[in-house]
């Protein structure tokens, strides 16, 4: 059974993503890390119930990497956007046999304290163009990343996947939240907030 961990927006340059979250959802972002494996660096905001958002980019200052960076942010272009969703397992190697697609690798990263095993493909794409999940496991005694930030009255109402076999995708997944919500058409994603502010929405 998989749970979702956390959403993600891409962009080409983090100070951008940030400020048009932050604009969105009438809130402020916290400080997150550097991923030396794939060049690239994170600023996070907690969300209610166990989640969290994180906005992420290609580090112009991380040292060269030899292979494609993850989330397919080579291949990003254009205004920061919803481009991602993780999903939670317990046990990443069942989870990865039992998949009916080929969700990559799961590596093994550590950033200070935090260590856990993510699917990441060879070539850094996103399976489905994104709307299949990607894949963490949290190592046993890691606090969660959203434990570790500070309330920020947000809390995701829903999560909208839309592909063209979404239908398909769904029938894929053991993932029994009635938050997340497939619909066919383009490829695209929708997530729905409360927020202090109201009701918002990223794209």
């Not at 999903?87 to 856990?116: E, N």
């Not at 190592?139 to 592909?163: E, N």
């Not at 995708?169 to 927020?195: C, E, K, W, Y």
Request: aromatic share 8%; with cysteine; hydrophobic share 40%.
């Amino acid at each position: 059974m998989l749970s979702l961990d956390h959403l993600a927006v891409a962009c080409t340059d983090l100070g951008q993503g940030v400020a048009w979250v932050e604009k969105s959802l009438g809130v402020t972002l916290q400080p997150g890390g550097q991923h030396l494996r794939y060049g690239t660096y994170n600023m996070l905001l907690g969300l209610a119930d166990g989640l969290y958002l994180e906005v992420i980019a290609k580090d112009p200052d991380a040292a060269p990497y030899d292979g494609p960076s993850w989330f397919a942010l080579d291949e990003f272009s254009g205004r920061p956007r919803l481009a991602n969703w993780i999903c939670r397992t317990d046990d990443m190697d069942a989870t990865r046999k039992q998949a009916p697609v080929s969700v990559g690798p799961a590596r093994d990263l550590i950033r200070g304290d935090l260590r856990w095993r993510i699917t990441v493909p060879d070539d850094g794409s996103l399976p489905f163009e994104g709307a299949y999940p990607t894949l963490v496991q949290w190592a046993d005694g890691t606090q969660h990343p959203a434990a570790r930030l500070p309330d920020s009255g947000c809390r995701l109402t829903s999560f909208d996947v839309t592909h063209p076999t979404a239908d398909a995708i769904q029938n894929m997944l053991d993932l029994p939240d009635a938050r997340v919500g497939f619909h066919v058409g383009p490829a695209a994603f929708s997530a729905t907030f409360a927020t202090p502010v109201g009701e918002r929405v990223l794209m």
